[in-house]
């Protein structure tokens, strides 16, 4: 049993993976909020075009602004994520930066452009652009956001499952061959269905928030209720999207990542018939003893449930942890090599490719032996990431956090539907305004609990993926850029005490205009 | 369209980035002025508001010149992004701070004071310039790394613990990580040319944009302060440019030398960049004699017709073409445009160093999207500034 927080490699590998974490998971504190918010305020200043009441230009207005606080703490902790692929994570950049710096470009030159335009038109417009080249700009603003996402999804997508490229020998590198393969993968639409409604849940969660503070408080009661009526229509048909869309990325990780599937669900032998485990008794701490443990202990599982949430059949074969790591056969029959075999292979396209460009070389070479290791190279190419693999225990990512973030995620999903049915459900069959006051509370409650689930979500796409960059193609410690250990270790708390503060400063900000509440016009 | 035309037209479009981006720095330059050109909290105020209108263009180019050579030149990007670590992350944590300090400065219940945010914007306003224009003067001074790409097949790296040897193909040369560059002085007489340039720019923006008598009247006695620094440090830089070695590939081997006066030479043979260069010259001193003139024509002639020259925008164009120019120099004609200090083999050049021709093409197709972007910033940028910026409209419309 290897414990987890002896295991912490001081390293400049674990540390550029602790600043990598830290900045992405403070971005995605800002991100979905962002997304959530522009689709709402997008719809209330909708209201207002079409109907010119005063009422709705306030309260768009007052979204907006909320929106601002945070817009610029999204910005400021992107560019961070993209710069630090090159900073921290140098030698990646240069393997498979044919194929993932594209995405990146256009994301800047399509969508970045369009936000940062039009959010200046948004704040400081109304008074200098008409009603509806306001409009536009509000919905350009979010649109541009979604389009950044869409991009940024397709990069994330495109490390959990490399398609449309090959490897090329001469450049040493990873090379795109169909941008379409890229862009649209099956993996990419998901992420980005997933991720994007996944945020609308957290404006919609946000916005109910506020308003219910406002009803216990005795005030805003208007913006309030027409507020709530929006987001608790887009929260509920997002949170009902993002588990469809979630059983659809569950089975594509099935498909594509199988020891990830086997982490989140503490799958240690597969097979088929298999239930998912609602709760079991897992060490948070250390990775447990897959090799001699049955199953996870105190396991209360759904029969059958996990074989269809990975195939779609009750009665469908899910891999575990041995099975990945010992080989196995697939239901259409063929053979999945074991990991054992897999970092042989790998190592022998490593020092076949080592092998070729040493014969390239060399001016003896007739070109018979580079074409000799070239042919090893290509048999074995699928396996080059196997080859920075030192012991098959490597392959395995961290049982723990998968597993629990998994049902955090899921878990506080399922709670958003009931809670989104229930807050409509006293918006147009009960009188909100007078509903018990745990009600009010449970939104006030439901904003953290629901940016827990989606970082858990994230831990599970992240963690999932360990030990790889990019999948079965990079391992993290092939893919970091040669640094002193202390000058990253200086960054991540440099970065630790900048983010943290500006939170802090962020959500004062965000209370401080909650508590002032909309400027009315009318 | 060849693989070489490629290599080049992207190069062209990266430099056109960097280019706008170098225009674009006039927001860092009126904010590293903003206590001399406010008098008091309310001026300030309105300059911040003035640049907090277009901060997010310098922002936006700024990652996307990171994103397309990312996609372009991933060699350069792994080298010097992953070397010269300490220069890119202070430039990151500058502009960091700045993207939050418009938003939060005036905002109630901002915990550290609007004194504090206002610093970090005149702390960007300085250290972003100066450290950008560092940045790009190693393109011509060179950096101190190595490139070995069968470190990736080094069996000995790949099997040693992870704190000794990696499987790293870029190397920085020294513990330095980028800090190195300022201690050649030419890299920092650069930073401070860029910084200068940056405050002319910013301060032509401020007297354009802001409608202030005072404010204005500040920034021309600024302008002239800016103008005459960054001349002095702008001819020096060229005259040692013209004069020094650079580093040549030739073409078919891929093999670099020095060559004596390569740039004074890629000037001579490609002379549609000195002509682009000398117009660049000339726009920028244009539109500062323009407006010290139109300045001292308000200053002396109450009648004065001439309330207003314009005059960011010829020094703007002229600044664009002029560091297009040299960023052409740099990388075409056969130049190494990230030269190493520490192995001549290891310099970048845009044949080494960029993507397959793939990638070049499928981008060069996205990058038609470019005019498209331009268009509709221009009309968003013209409703926005139908309307001098003024205390009247600080006061009671939106506002930073």
Redesign the interface.
């Known amino acids: 049993m290897t414990h987890y927080l002896l295991s912490i490699?001081a390293?400049?590998?674990d540390w550029s993976r602790a600043q990598f974490a830290l900045t992405a998971i403070y971005h995605w504190l800002f991100v979905p909020l962002t997304l959530g918010l522009a689709v709402i305020m997008g719809i209330v200043e909708t209201c207002y075009y079409r109907t010119r009441k005063p009422f709705w230009k306030d309260a768009a207005k007052f979204w907006q602004k909320l929106f601002?606080?945070n817009?610029?703490?999204g910005?400021?902790?992107?560019?961070?994520l993209?710069?630090e692929?090159?900073?921290?994570?140098?030698?990646y950049?240069?393997?498979v930066?044919?194929?993932?710096?594209?995405p990146?470009?256009?994301?800047?030159?399509?969508a970045?452009?369009?936000?940062?335009?039009?959010?200046?038109?948004m704040?400081?417009?109304?008074?200098?652009?008409s009603a509806g080249?306001h409009l536009a700009?509000t919905w350009l603003t979010g649109l541009g956001a979604t389009i950044s996402a869409w991009w940024i999804l397709v990069a994330n997508a495109w490390m959990q499952n490399p398609v449309g490229c090959e490897f090329?020998p001469d450049?040493?590198?990873n090379?795109?061959?169909s941008?379409a393969e890229v862009a649209l993968s099956p993996f990419a639409i998901d992420k980005f269905c997933h991720t994007v409604i996944s945020a609308w849940i957290i404006g919609a969660v946000f916005v109910v928030a506020v308003c219910c503070w406002y009803l216990l408080k005795g005030r805003e009661q208007k913006l309030a209720i027409e507020s709530m009526k929006i987001a608790g229509i887009v929260g509920l048909v997002a949170s009902i999207g993002a588990a469809l869309t979630g059983h659809q990325s569950a089975a594509r990780v099935a498909e594509v990542q199988p020891m990830k599937l086997a982490a989140m669900e503490a799958l240690y032998n597969g097979g088929i018939d298999q239930s998912l485990t609602g709760i079991a008794l897992i060490n948070p701490f250390a990775q447990p003893d897959y090799e001699q443990e049955a199953e996870a202990p105190m396991k209360i599982a759904v029969p059958y449930a996990l074989s269809i949430l990975a195939t779609n059949d009750p009665h469908g074969y899910v891999a575990g942890i041995n099975d990945i790591l010992n080989g196995y056969t697939k239901p259409d029959g063929t053979q999945e090599l074991s990991i054992d075999e897999k970092i042989e292979r790998g190592?022998l396209a490593?020092?076949a490719?080592?092998g070729y460009?040493q014969a390239k070389f060399a001016s003896s070479d007739d070109g018979s032996v580079a074409s000799a290791h070239l042919k090893v190279l290509q048999e074995n190419m699928q396996y080059f990431g196997y080859?920075?693999l030192?012991d098959k225990s490597e392959a395995v990512p961290f049982v723990p956090i998968n597993f629990y973030a998994f049902r955090v995620m899921v878990g506080v999903g399922c709670l958003l539907i009931l809670f989104f049915m229930v807050v409509l459900f006293f918006l147009y069959k009960k009188d909100i305004t007078t509903a018990p006051k745990w009600l009010h509370w449970s939104a006030i409650v439901m904003v953290p609990l629901a940016y827990i689930a989606s970082e858990s979500g994230w831990l599970v796409a992240e963690f999932g993926r360990q030990p790889w960059t990019i999948q079965d193609m990079l391992p993290t410690?092939?893919s970091?850029?040669?640094?002193?250990?202390s000058?990253v270790i200086v960054?991540f708390f440099?970065f630790l005490a900048?983010f943290t503060?500006?939170l802090?400063?962020?959500i004062?900000?965000l209370?401080?205009?909650i508590k002032?509440g909309p400027e009315y016009q009318s | 369209m060849s693989y070489e035309f490629l290599q080049q037209y992207w190069w062209f479009l990266v430099s056109l980035l960097g280019a706008l981006l170098v225009f674009l720095l006039f927001v860092q330059g009126a904010n590293s002025l903003v206590g001399s050109l406010g008098d008091d909290a309310e001026g300030r105020r309105l300059v911040i508001n003035s640049t907090g209108r277009k901060w997010e263009f310098t922002f936006t180019t700024l990652v996307t010149f990171g994103g397309a050579f990312f996609a372009s030149f991933p060699l350069f990007y792994s080298t010097s992004f992953g070397g010269a670590y300490w220069l890119w992350m202070i430039i990151l944590f500058s502009f960091v701070l700045q993207a939050v300090s418009y938003e939060f400065q005036n905002k109630l219940g901002n915990l550290l004071g609007a004194k504090t945010f206002q610093f970090f914007l005149v702390l960007n306003g300085i250290v972003g310039p100066v450290l950008l224009g560092g940045a790009v003067a190693t393109f011509f001074e060179g950096s101190n790394f190595i490139v070995a790409k069968e470190n990736l097949v080094d069996v000995n790296s790949q099997l040693s613990t992870l704190n000794s040897q990696l499987p790293v193909i870029s190397q920085w040369a020294n513990a330095s990580h980028g800090l190195d560059a300022l201690l050649n002085p030419w890299v920092v007489v650069f930073g401070f040319a860029v910084f200068f340039l940056a405050r002319i720019l910013g301060t032509l923006y401020i007297i354009n944009n802001v409608n202030d008598a005072d404010i204005r009247s500040r920034a021309n006695v600024r302008l002239m302060g800016s103008t005459i620094a960054f001349l002095v440090l702008f001819v020096a830089y060229l005259v040692h440019l013209l004069l020094k070695d650079g580093y040549a590939y030739d073409p078919v081997t891929g093999i670099i030398s020095i060559e004596p006066y390569k740039y004074l030479h890629n000037f001579l043979e490609m002379w549609y960049l000195l002509v682009l260069l000398l117009i660049g010259v000339v726009l920028v001193l244009y539109g500062i004699i323009r407006e010290y003139l139109n300045g001292k024509c308000q200053k002396e002639d109450v009648n004065c017709k001439s309330s207003n020259s314009k005059s960011i925008w010829p020094t703007g164009i002229g600044t664009v073409l002029t560091v297009l120019a040299l960023l052409l120099c740099a990388g075409w004609n056969n130049t190494a445009y990230y030269p190493s200090t520490a192995d001549l083999q290891s310099s970048l050049t845009i044949a080494n160093s960029c993507s397959s021709e793939f990638t070049l093409t499928t981008m060069a197709y996205v990058s038609l999207l470019i005019p498209f972007v331009l268009a509709y910033i221009i009309v968003a940028w013209r409703k926005i500034d139908s309307k001098k910026l003024d205390k009247e409209e600080i006061r009671t419309d939106e506002a930073y």
Request: net charge positive; no cysteine; glycine share 10%.
């Open positions: 490699d390293g400049v590998v601002g606080v817009f610029a703490m910005v400021a902790t992107g560019i961070i993209e710069f692929f090159g900073t921290n994570w140098s030698n950049s240069w393997f930066g044919d194929i993932f710096g594209a990146l470009a256009v994301e800047g030159i399509v970045f452009f369009m936000e940062s335009t039009f959010v200046a038109v704040f400081f417009g109304w008074k200098k652009v080249f700009s090329n450049t040493m590198r090379e795109m061959v941008f190592k490593i020092n490719l080592a460009r080859g920075y030192r410690w092939a970091v850029s040669n640094l002193q250990s000058s960054t440099i900048l503060t500006m802090a400063v962020e004062n900000i209370l401080k205009q002032k």
